[in-house]
């Protein structure tokens, strides 16, 4: 998992800090029905590799288009090589992987954020992220250890804060369920 972040980051900051390229993938974002931009930093951490995974995984026929013309002209110049390497299909699937993973705790994070939220939206969306982990961990498809890592540390965190015998009657009591 580290590895897919850190080189979405390499990815990233190089085609936001070339202003060519920048310019270039604003354009093509502007031909899409649903427009993002290249995400690097955010307000948490989980936020930040979402949405810097999430951008690559938008920008993926942008960057392979990028790959092949880097290079050939004025107009397109050329991508370090360390930046190329990352453009790949095999890059993209561990990527497409990782969205996979993530994308339920970034949507949690922002749900929880909201003003409205109490300790029975908290317990219910961490039952929720349990049981969507638990799925993952035994689909063949995804004999992935950061599965199985995380399914580990939110069991360790739901029996580090939510043993107590409030949240159960919080839960129980709460008008909304």
């Not at 390499?10 to 270039?24: D, I, M, Q, R, T």
């Not at 991508?79 to 996979?100: C, M, P, S, T």
């Not at 890592?149 to 360790?156: D, R």
């Amino acid at each position: 998992m580290q590895r897919i972040v850190r080189n979405n980051c390499a990815v990233v900051n190089f085609f936001v800090a070339s202003h060519v390229w920048f310019a270039l993938a604003n354009e093509w974002a502007q031909q899409k029905t649903k427009k993002y931009s290249f995400q690097s930093l955010c307000e948490s951490r989980w936020y930040s590799m979402a949405k810097v995974c999430l951008s690559i995984l938008y920008y993926k026929d942008f960057l392979q288009d990028a790959a092949s013309k880097g290079g050939t002209s004025k107009e397109y110049p050329p991508i370090r090589v360390e930046v190329l390497q990352h453009i790949n299909d095999r890059h993209f699937a561990d990527n497409k992987e990782l969205v996979e993973i993530i994308q339920p705790i970034a949507d949690l994070i922002g749900e929880l954020e909201k003003s409205k939220t109490n300790i029975a939206n908290i317990v219910v969306q961490f039952i929720k992220l349990h049981k969507y982990y638990i799925g993952l961990a035994q689909c063949v498809l995804h004999q992935n250890p950061f599965v199985e890592e995380a399914l580990h540390l939110l069991s360790k965190r739901y029996k580090q804060y939510f043993i107590c015998e409030i949240y159960p009657i919080a839960l129980f009591l709460s008008p909304m369920y």
